[in-house]
């Protein structure tokens, strides 16, 4: 058996050449990986408004109770009609039941219609306004902006000053 003895192994310069690639590849990646996951975070926030006003509408037609959406800055509510019990009365006031109460990382602009900031669904889930309202951040996510007209909701894109539906 014949041995190599100028074998010895790998050099020094060998070994801080691929430790710098997997550093500059780690570092490539890293940042890929924090702008993926913001833009994950914007469309996990319109998905969960999404879904929740679809419950909201679900909860009036089932129930044939008006419920109510109510949007601020960076948070949005949802209350059901209970006060004065058993129906309500078509109104939001102080007695009437809080269904999700949900603060948001990203800022909620809305351009409903008449610059109303609180709308209703009635008893058969027919919006009480129509628009669009998004969540405003610097990315590009798939989702970030929600269409409401009388009969539906969906979900899109906000891009050139409308919400292009998906």
């Not at 990986?33 to 998905?47: M, N, P, R, S």
């Not at 351009?111 to 889930?125: C, I, K, M, P, S």
């Amino acid at each position: 058996m014949r041995t190599a003895r100028n074998n010895r192994g790998v050099t020094l310069i060998e070994v801080m050449t691929v430790v710098a690639i997997i550093g500059v590849l780690a570092i490539i990646l890293g940042f890929s990986f924090q702008g993926w996951l913001a833009k994950y975070k914007v469309e996990d926030e319109t998905k969960r408004f999404y879904a929740d006003l679809m419950d909201a509408r679900a909860r009036a037609m089932q129930k044939k109770r008006v419920t109510f959406v109510d949007l601020a800055a960076n948070r949005y509510r949802t209350f059901e009609d209970s006060d004065p019990v058993p129906d309500g009365d078509e109104a939001l006031t102080g007695g009437d039941t809080l269904i999700s109460n949900t603060e948001t990382h990203f800022a909620i602009d809305q351009a409903l219609a008449g610059g109303v900031t609180q709308f209703h669904f009635d008893r058969e889930g027919l919006a009480s306004v129509t628009g669009r309202i998004r969540l405003v951040s610097s990315l590009s996510p798939d989702y970030d902006c929600i269409t409401i007209a009388t009969t539906r909701i969906r979900m899109g894109r906000f891009h050139g000053g409308i919400c292009q539906e998906k």
